[in-house]
């Protein structure tokens, strides 16, 4: 799979918007971008992915730059409960398993 | 979503002794479950995928005689840490990826923890 770049971590205040960054210059056309976060001791959960075109769910929306080397988690207002390391990983029907980069570690603030 | 659990949540246990680990697809079938194992502030490592009915493939510097992995059902697969020593003290994640499809989201679950005395 190919390499994506996060920031290692991220502050928001509650009730506020997160953007959180993901490059992935190499990412080649078969390649999703899946997003999954995990919370303190707990295992990782599915966010939410894309292709090429912008997508929303109850969780959050995935912007993707039109040349697809980058793309942006959207929590519309964040929340404590929002705290968790986010990971930005390709994934493409070659391969079952995901490949966990650093991920962002978003800290909450009250 | 669909469910994944573990256990046992958390394991303490002595060198030299075996661990197993379950993981259970409770509303759906998975053919394919993978395992992690993730050390403190580092990021989920693939072991190996679990597939039911044939071996395991495990990752580059994974010991498959010590990480024991079987996949005797579509709603379980178990993971066999053989002869733990401190060193294998780490939180083991299962996941099981709903359909066939290879972008299909996957599903975690909680972990376990093993502390190896």
């Known amino acids: 799979d190919a390499k994506t770049t996060q920031p290692n971590s991220m502050e928001s205040n509650e009730e506020e918007p997160v953007h959180l960054p993901c490059n992935h210059s190499t990412i080649s056309g078969t390649d999703y971008i899946h997003w999954y976060r995990q919370l303190p001791s707990q295992g990782p959960e599915y966010v939410i992915h894309?292709?090429?075109s912008n997508v929303n769910n109850r969780m959050a929306s995935l912007a993707i730059a039109e040349d697809r080397k980058s793309s942006t988690l959207i929590l519309h207002r964040a929340t404590l409960r929002d705290a968790a390391v986010y990971y930005c990983?390709?994934?493409?029907?070659?391969?079952?398993?995901?490949?966990f980069g650093g991920g962002t570690r978003l800290m909450v603030k009250p | 979503g669909a469910v994944v659990s573990q256990h046992p949540s958390r394991v303490i246990c002595k060198s030299g002794t075996s661990v197993k680990i379950e993981c259970r697809s409770l509303?759906?079938?998975?053919?394919?479950m993978f395992w992690y194992r993730q050390f403190p502030k580092k990021s989920l490592m693939l072991m190996a995928t679990?597939?039911?009915?044939?071996?395991?493939?495990?990752e580059q510097g994974v010991e498959k005689d010590k990480f024991l992995i079987n996949h005797a059902s579509l709603t379980l697969s178990t993971l066999t840490v053989t002869s733990a020593h401190p060193e294998d003290s780490s939180f083991y994640i299962c996941?099981?990826?709903?359909?066939?499809?290879?972008?299909?989201?996957?599903?975690f679950g909680p972990g376990t923890r093993l502390t190896v005395l």
């Open positions: 990983i390709l994934h493409n029907n070659a391969g079952n398993m995901l490949t």
């Open positions: 509303d759906f079938q998975a053919t394919t």
């Open positions: 679990s597939n039911e009915g044939s071996k395991a493939t495990y």
């Open positions: 996941s099981a990826r709903l359909g066939t499809s290879g972008v299909a989201e996957q599903f």
């Open positions: 894309g292709l090429t």
